[in-house]
């Protein structure tokens, strides 16, 4: 059986060699449609894996709560200083509130100017604990990082991030050197203590989180900041001062399990819109839901690009009935010659339907092999863009200019059965056409 | 003698828009197996309309056709093409080889059609080999049709019919497009394998082809006009 079904595709493959550029442009016309199928499902896997690697850098068991300043025509009062946010009270409330809690990491965040002898850099500054780093990915290049014993004592020191430290020092290790933070007009000085090795940004997804740059950083004990700083911060821009009362930036909470991350977000609102009420005054991010939401987008994606490339797909495969139908119209006398010889129906379908698979399955196999060539295809355009078009260049996106194509196995192993099931599909009418000739008129056929 | 085939009160019609020719108009006949018939008759009179109901090719609009017991009428086209295949060998005036077959492929066609489509084995080649050799195309085998003369193609299409040992040959005035001397090399042939106890009903147009024949058959407008033996 399998022997008999290998004999009749050499077959097939032997009389399609008699028209090598007709059935060339059958295949070809496959190929196109295969290798947009992997093409396409690789480009969008690459682009939303970015995505998904951007989330779960968030920690998928993390709930992300931010203050945010209040739109300026709520603002109460005629102080020009404005009071909002996440309190140290909030803080405690969900350690207590929230049974799954495994930890809440609060940070309180400015920008500021920072100097070191007579140079001079605007920096993030961030008075933080130990667990900051951890939840961020960031490690040591140099010297440490924050330590719980540092949030006790209360001291002047610094850990700068990567940028940080080369605008200040250049290539100088910073480590032992000082430097001068100003805020609320006065100036202090901290000791550094280490240097984070350089990050890559996290880019923002979607509308609700903004990305962020942890290379211009400089982090602080969150005591420190507190005794130092204080809440109140006040800057003077242009004449004016503005000004804000803030106790806590960002409180990063982790649960210890996914199926606990909704329970706990639904707590965490109850609590903080008690106290907070309409000032609409926090966000509240939960990387779990996006990254569902990103999956949803993925598949969604993946769904239109198989459908658009399932139309070229499909005009290959007219491609290949339009072959079939001409070689059933040449081959009218051989079809009954066999008639004659003793082929029945089925025979002479089994024949022309073999040649149309073999078409399409040379077809689909060619799209395989050009769909491999995805990554170096793609790394080719954003090479000649990067060197030749810089300015269309630095117009790109991130995303588009770090994109990676991922081939998914699956795209390979549907484009290759869609590609024979076409085969299939648009060479039965022709084998069918073939099939059902009249033996004799077949046999005066000229 | 043994039947080869039986035909009884044939019919055969076809439509054209509203006009109907009759190609058949009842015939009947019965082919003893080993006869040697030569069926003859003017242009249009039915004789290759009958011939290829004889062989199974063409299906008779009414009347009955028995084949070696089976009642043709009864048969699917799975059957029928089994029929043809075991049973009946064609040779055409026009050859209808495949072109682009080698000789050797186009012999051993009517095997890839054997009943449960065996594989090709080894012996069915040496079959083969041997065919065209009997025929006289023992040093041709790779040439592919255009390669060949008239008379050897003719010969390759009678290798080709023979492959599978059937019981009848069908010839379609098989010497048509020959000329004499190469026709007799063809009417020997067809002698010899009648020697051999086949069957074969032939048209022709030529007198000295059909006097080779045992029994003549005279067709006209679709009737048998008249049926004899000869010398007679
Ligand atoms: N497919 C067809 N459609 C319509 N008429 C047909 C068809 N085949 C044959 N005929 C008609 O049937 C009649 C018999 O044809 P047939 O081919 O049997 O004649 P023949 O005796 O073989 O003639 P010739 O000696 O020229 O080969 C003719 O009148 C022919 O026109
Ligand atoms: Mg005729």
Redesign the pocket.
């Known amino acids: 059986m399998f022997q008999r079904f290998v004999r009749t595709l050499l077959y097939s493959f032997k009389s399609l060699l008699l028209h090598k550029l007709r059935a060339g442009l059958a295949v070809l016309g496959i190929l196109i449609g295969v290798t947009a199928v992997i093409w396409l499902v690789a480009l969008g896997e690459g682009v939303s894996y970015q995505a998904q690697q951007q989330i779960k850098e968030l920690g998928a068991t993390n709930i992300i709560l931010k203050s945010v300043k209040p739109s300026a025509s709520s603002s109460s009062g005629r102080s020009f200083i404005v009071e909002y946010g996440l309190t140290r009270e909030d803080y405690d409330r969900i350690l207590e509130g929230v049974p799954t809690i495994e930890r809440a990491v609060p940070m309180r965040e400015i920008t500021s100017t920072v100097r070191a002898g007579t140079r001079e850099a605007d920096v993030n500054l961030i008075g933080c604990t130990a667990a900051w780093f951890d939840i961020n990915s960031l490690s040591g290049a140099r010297g440490r990082i924050l330590t719980d014993r540092d949030i006790e004592e209360r001291q002047n020191i610094a850990v700068i991030a990567a940028e940080t430290a080369e605008s200040l020092f250049g290539y100088e290790d910073p480590l032992g050197k000082t430097i001068e933070i100003a805020a609320n007009n006065r100036v202090d000085v901290y000791l550094v203590v280490g240097q984070t090795k350089s990050r890559m940004p996290s880019a923002s997804i979607g509308s609700s989180l903004e990305g962020r740059d942890y290379n211009q950083d400089v982090y602080i004990p969150l005591s420190t900041f507190r005794s130092r700083i204080g809440d109140q911060v006040v800057t003077s821009r242009t004449g004016s001062m503005e000004g804000e009362l803030v106790e806590l930036s960002q409180i990063t909470v982790t649960v210890g399990d996914l199926s606990q991350v909704d329970d706990a977000s639904d707590i965490i609102e109850i609590l903080l819109e008690k106290y907070h009420g309409s000032k609409g005054d926090f966000s509240v991010t939960i990387p779990m839901e996006l990254l569902k939401q990103a999956e949803m987008l993925r598949m969604m994606f993946n769904v239109l690009l198989v459908v658009i490339a399932g139309i070229s797909l499909f005009v290959g495969g007219i491609g290949i009935m339009n072959i079939m139908l001409a070689t059933v119209t040449e081959r009218t006398r051989e079809i009954g010659v066999r008639r004659a010889m003793g082929a029945s129906q089925t025979d002479i379908i089994e024949q022309f339907l073999a040649e149309t698979m073999v078409l399409s399955g040379l077809g689909g196999i060619a799209g395989v092999v050009c769909g491999f060539l995805c990554r170096p295809a793609n790394f080719g355009v954003l090479w000649v863009i990067e060197n030749w078009l810089p300015e269309i260049w630095r117009s790109l996106p991130p995303t588009i200019q770090q994109l990676q194509p991922i081939i998914a196995p699956w795209s390979i192993i549907a484009a290759f059965c869609i590609s024979v099931g076409v085969g299939v599909v648009f060479g039965l009418y022709p084998a069918r056409r073939a099939a059902l000739m009249d033996p ?2 077949a046999l005066r056929h000229e | 003698m043994e039947l080869a085939g039986q035909i009884d009160d044939l019919h055969k019609y ?1 439509y ?1 828009g509203n006009q109907v ?1 009759k ?1 058949l108009r009842g015939v009947t006949a019965e082919f003893p197996g080993g006869d040697f018939v030569a069926i003859m ?10 011939l290829n109901v004889l062989g199974g090719l063409d299906r008779p609009t009414s009347g009955r056709y028995v084949i070696a017991g089976n009642d043709v009428s009864t048969l699917t086209d799975h059957e029928l093409s089994a029929i043809r295949n075991k049973l009946i060998g064609f040779i055409f005036q026009s050859y209808n080889l495949i072109s682009q077959f080698t000789v050797l492929e186009n012999i051993r066609m009517p095997l890839s059609y054997r009943p449960d489509r065996p594989p090709m084995t080894r012996e069915d080649i040496d079959w083969c080999t041997e065919l065209a050799l009997q025929v006289g195309l023992g040093d041709r085998l790779d040439h592919r049709p255009h390669q060949l003369s008239g008379g050897q193609q003719q010969r390759v299409a009678i290798a080709r019919a023979l492959v599978n040992g059937p019981a009848i040959i069908l010839a ?2 098989p010497t048509g497009n020959l000329d004499s001397s190469t026709s007799a090399e063809i009417i020997e042939i067809l002698n010899r394998l009648n020697a051999e106890g086949r069957t074969i009903i032939m ?1 022709t ?1 030529e007198p000295e082809i059909a006097r080779e024949a045992k029994r003549q058959i005279y ?1 006209k407008d ?1 009737l048998i006009a008249g049926d004899g033996i000869f010398p007679g």
Do not use: N, P, Q, R
Request: overall charge negative; proline content about 0%; aromatic content about 4%.
């Open positions: 004799i008129e | 076809y054209l020719v190609a008759g003017s242009s249009g009179s039915g004789k290759s309309t009958l379609d005035e048209v147009h067709m679709g």
